[in-house]
């Protein structure tokens, strides 16, 4: 993969060539496999998935080479297939208005080892149809050919601004997964701010390390140093039963009862009877959600 990467990467300036030969192949545009993926493109921005439907194998493996989608130092590939990627395509629709892709950056590559790839570099626009915010997308695709199918595709991304239109979906459908624990804790006597600062450092670090389903994870402190809030955010309701579990089970339970004492829990959010039977324990108040969003 690294050895096909650089040979794209070298290619970027030769587009207006029809074909080019190096060491590593050949390389193509406006060639038969060039056109029908800008055909796709553009059948994509009018939410047409016809295109899709022969072009890519039914069995398609898509690799998104984002941020913590690795495993074992390899990208963990998504598993639903070609009607994924038809799925996903239509719902980018359902999320923005005005969708647009550059498709003048296309090429083919026939490779010396017998492989054929084409590749495009974009830039996606659209209108967020819950946020109202519009955004701009750059991102690259490079496409694995068997005969005159798609098997597998690399595709290379920052997705931060579809995430951020999928949390306003959410929001205005009131159907987030995220939950959120919130607190007021008094500080028992005989401890400073201090005290209490020295043992958010360890803890937050222990959090961080052990638990990659908790996103937000904030405390903050009264002027007089006798009341403390917290804030904590999850990804899913299993994400916050890691988190009770977690704590729970480690050293820092102890030293926590022994700093504070709950006055008031809330548990808001889409919570699971898993985690409303957690919540027992804590006397927790639980808050179904009904507005806004959670980022």
Not at 6 to 34: E, M
Not at 104 to 122: H, P, R, V
Not at 197 to 222: A, H, M, Q, W
Not at 270 to 284: H, M, P, V
Request: with cysteine.
């Amino acid at each position: 993969m690294k050895k096909i990467l650089l040979f794209l990467i070298l290619s970027v300036g030769i587009y207006s060539c029809q074909t080019n030969t190096n060491s590593s192949g050949t390389i193509l545009k406006n060639d038969a496999k060039s056109e029908n993926v800008k055909r796709h493109l553009e059948a994509y921005m009018n939410n047409d998935s016809s295109v899709a439907q022969t072009l890519f194998s039914q069995d398609l493996i898509i690799y998104d080479q984002f941020v913590n989608n690795q495993e074992n130092n390899s990208t963990i590939p998504n598993p639903e297939g070609r009607q994924g990627l038809i799925d996903a395509d239509k719902f980018t629709h359902v999320l923005f208005s005005e969708i647009q892709l550059t498709t003048d950056k296309i090429s083919t590559y026939q490779m010396n080892d017998g492989k054929t790839y084409t590749a495009f570099w974009s830039m996606w626009s659209g209108e967020g149809n819950f946020s109202g915010e519009k955004m701009t997308l750059p991102f690259y695709c490079i496409s694995l050919w068997e005969g005159n199918q798609i098997t597998k595709i690399w595709r290379y991304m920052d997705p931060a601004g579809l995430n951020k239109e999928v949390t306003a979906f959410e929001g205005v459908n009131n159907n987030s997964q995220k939950v959120i624990g919130l607190a007021e804790l008094k500080v028992n006597p005989g401890f400073s701010p201090a005290n209490i600062k020295e043992f958010l450092v360890r803890f937050s670090r222990f959090i961080r390390k052990t638990e990659p389903g908790t996103y937000d994870f904030g405390y903050f402190i009264s002027s007089d140093g006798k009341k403390v809030n917290l804030v904590e955010k999850y990804y899913t309701s299993s994400d916050f039963v890691h988190h009770l579990n977690n704590f729970e089970q480690s050293e820092y339970a102890k030293e926590f009862m022994t700093l504070f004492t709950l006055d008031k829990v809330i548990i808001a959010g889409d919570a699971s009877d898993e985690l409303k039977a957690k919540a027992k324990a804590y006397e927790a108040e639980l808050r179904p959600q009904v507005g806004g969003w959670i980022n």
